[in-house]
Each structure stands twice: as structure tokens, then as C-alpha cells.
């Protein structure tokens, strides 16, 4: 019997660590005419529709889904918080050859930009809108850029 409830609870426990929380669409808009945009942004939120619930002290995966119009084997990220001025979000990866894009990104192939989120404990429960860029390292050329909102819960 003890056995067998030591098996539940190791079970449940498994299911709640590799469930999460199951990636949907997300809406974005245009960071500005000359930036090109991706097809399609998955995220894992803690909510099923509306702006995207993020949970405070836990990782939420962004999957971004484009056509890149250039080449690139050095390719940066950057996602910073569109505050009254931008202010970049604590300690991300910037370089997104290591791990988070399969490099180089070659021109007119399907890609996928794939980054966990990891949301820091100090932040204020709030609605914040986000910019979120992949540029060519070398040249500064835009990729891809997209603005959604998040919501940390
Ligand atoms: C990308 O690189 C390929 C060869 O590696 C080349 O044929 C193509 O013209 C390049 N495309 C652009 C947009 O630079
Ligand atoms: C971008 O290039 C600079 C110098 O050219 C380099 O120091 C930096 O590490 C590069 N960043 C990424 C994300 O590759």
C-alpha cells in the first residue's frame, strides 16, 4: 500500500515537472516597417487566452517560427522591456548560435528560435510590453523583430 502511494506521488510529481504548461500562439505586432517579422510566436503560458500569464520563479518557453531574408552565422538576440526607455531583461543569452537557433541561418529556410524565459523573482506583478530582436551580430542587420505583451503573475 505505502508502495503503491509512494508510486502515485512520484508519478504526479513527474507529470507536473515535464507537463508545464502547453505552448500556444501568441499575438505580436511590428517593431517597426524595415523589421521583418516571424510567422508564428509559441509560448508556454500559464493561461489559455488573452496576453500570456508568466509565473514569477518559473521558465517559459518562446518558440518564434521565420523565414530569414538574409544569412547569418552569428546571430544576436535581445529582449528588453518597452518601458519609457528600454531596459534589457536581466541576464539573457544573448547569443543565440549557442543552443537557441540551429546556425547559420540561412536565407528563404524555415528556422526556429527556440528560448526559455526564465522570470526573476523581483519583478512586479504587471503587464509589461516586450521587444524581442534576432539581428545578424556582424552587421547589424534586423532578422527578425516582433513587440508582445506578457503578464507576470
Ligand atoms: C545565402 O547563401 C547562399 C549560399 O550559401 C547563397 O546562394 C545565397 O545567395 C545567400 N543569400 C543571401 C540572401 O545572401
Ligand atoms: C558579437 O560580436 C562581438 C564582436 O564582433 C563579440 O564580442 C560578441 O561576442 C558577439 N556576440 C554574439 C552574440 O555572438
Keep these: 500500500m505505502k508502495v503503491a502511494w509512494t508510486v502515485v506521488v512520484v508519478m504526479v510529481a513527474l507529470v507536473t515537472l515535464t507537463e508545464g504548461f502547453p ?5 505580436f505586432g511590428r517593431c517597426s516597417p524595415d523589421e521583418p517579422v516571424p510567422r508564428a510566436v509559441f509560448m508556454t503560458c500559464a493561461n ?6 508568466l509565473r514569477m520563479g518559473q521558465s517559459h518557453n518562446l518558440r518564434a517560427i521565420f523565414r530569414s531574408q538574409i544569412n547569418s552565422t552569428d546571430v544576436n538576440s535581445y529582449v528588453r522591456w518597452n518601458s519609457f526607455v528600454e531596459l534589457p531583461l536581466p541576464e539573457q543569452r544573448p ?8 546556425c547559420p541561418v540561412i536565407a528563404g529556410q524555415l528556422t526556429d528560435f527556440t528560448y526559455s524565459l526564465h522570470i526573476k523573482n523581483f519583478w512586479l506583478r504587471n503587464e509589461y510590453p516586450v521587444i524581442w530582436s534576432l539581428t545578424d551580430n556582424e552587421t547589424d542587420e534586423p532578422i527578425i523583430c516582433f513587440k508582445f505583451k506578457i503578464n507576470i503573475v
Design 48 to 53: 489559455r487566452h488573452g496576453v500570456c500569464e
Design 23 to 27: 505552448p500556444r500562439r501568441i499575438l
Design 95 to 102: 547569443d543565440a548560435c549557442d543552443g537557441e537557433i540551429q
